[in-house]
């Protein structure tokens, strides 16, 4: 091969290595920084840039981006000399790519170092019980502390939190105990605050109930009495209306004298009826009624012997008095002549 074809062959590759390192395409999200002659000359932002070969080196590219950094665990001691493990996570972005390159070495290392330190002066003057129940003003004064210091290393701190706490292993064992026997103390008294109030509205149902029932025998005893009530007034007035018709009946029958005396006398044997009645007293005017009666019998009309069947006369003046003893007597009642 001629010499000349080699060299022309070398020629093409240098100029084609140049041509590479002076055109710089940087991606979206990055930046570089561009030292000519080994000093600080520009920062190159997302797009194609043209750079001298040899004259001008960029360096590592660098990430504009949000970064999220969780820091292994630091041992803490507690105001009330307690040892914790805290594990934190950073969240950070680079703002100037100028002073993340020249004003600190390793900003990722700073921070961690940061917020190691910052960790330990917080929690320090924090018991443990305090420790676990701040978080929030714990995060909150990392973020404070640390955006302040890094922002002349071009960085932002937006957000700090403590992902984890770890309190020692016979402190983890006591605070189960103390939080197991708050719970079992809390149940105990929801279960008598439950069966207090049960009672209580047992007792509110059972007086309720009570109420309701004597309400009700009350309504009820009242509506028997007025039932009773109705129904005395509608048999006195139907017994009422009864002796009202049998009254008028009788007037306008117009019977004599004799027919009630006879009607008197087929009543008196039911004064002695019922197993109970041991002793009748006979009525004192029994015997007038019976000399009516008698009476009565011995001057009918001639109307009625007309109908009376016929019997020898000296039969008929017999006959009269012993309608007398054919009237029914009551039981227990003493012999009566007529």
Excluded: C
Excluded at 68 to 85: R, W
Excluded at 168 to 187: F, V
Excluded at 194 to 202: A, E, H, M, P, R
Aim: no cysteine.
């Amino acid at each position: 091969m001629p010499i000349s074809l080699i060299l022309t062959v070398l020629l093409i590759l240098f100029v084609l290595t140049m041509l590479a390192k002076t055109v710089r395409v940087i991606p979206q999200g990055r930046a570089g920084i561009v030292e000519r002659l080994g000093k600080f000359h520009a920062v190159l932002n997302p797009g194609l840039h043209i750079v001298i070969p040899v004259v001008d080196r960029v360096l590592p590219l660098i990430d504009l981006r949000e970064q999220v950094v969780s820091f292994p665990s630091q041992s803490v001691i507690t105001e009330d000399n307690l040892v914790v493990g805290i594990d934190t996570v950073v969240y950070f972005q680079v703002t100037d790519p100028k002073a993340a390159t020249y004003e600190i070495t390793n900003y990722i290392r700073a921070v961690d170092e940061l917020t190691s330190a910052t960790l330990r002066n917080v929690v320090g003057g924090l018991n443990l019980e305090q420790t676990l129940t701040s978080r929030d003003q714990i995060n909150a004064e990392l973020r404070g502390v640390l955006d302040s210091t890094t922002g002349r290393w071009g960085l932002r701190v937006s957000r700090v939190d403590i992902k984890e706490i770890q309190p020692p292993a016979s402190i983890q064992d006591s605070m189960e105990k103390q939080m197991r026997a708050e719970r079992d103390r809390r149940a105990a008294i929801l279960t008598a605050e439950g069966q207090k109030q049960s009672d209580i509205l047992t007792a509110e149902g059972e007086s309720r109930a009570a109420i309701l029932r004597a309400e009700g025998e009350k309504q009820a005893q009242i509506l028997r009495a007025e039932g009773d009530a109705q129904s005395a007034i509608l048999r006195a007035n139907g017994e009422a209306e009864a002796v009202q018709k049998v009254f008028a009946a009788i007037h306008e029958a117009n019977p004599s004298q004799q027919l009630l005396t006879y009607q008197y006398l087929q009543t008196l044997p039911k004064l002695a009826e019922g197993d109970a009645n041991k002793l009748w007293f006979i009525p004192t005017e029994l015997g007038d009624a019976l000399r009516g009666l008698g009476n009565a019998f011995g001057t009918l009309p001639a109307s009625d012997l007309a109908d009376a069947p016929k019997k020898p006369a000296a039969q008929a003046p017999k006959s009269a008095p012993q309608a007398p003893k054919s009237a029914p007597q009551a039981p227990g009642s003493y012999g009566i002549n007529g």
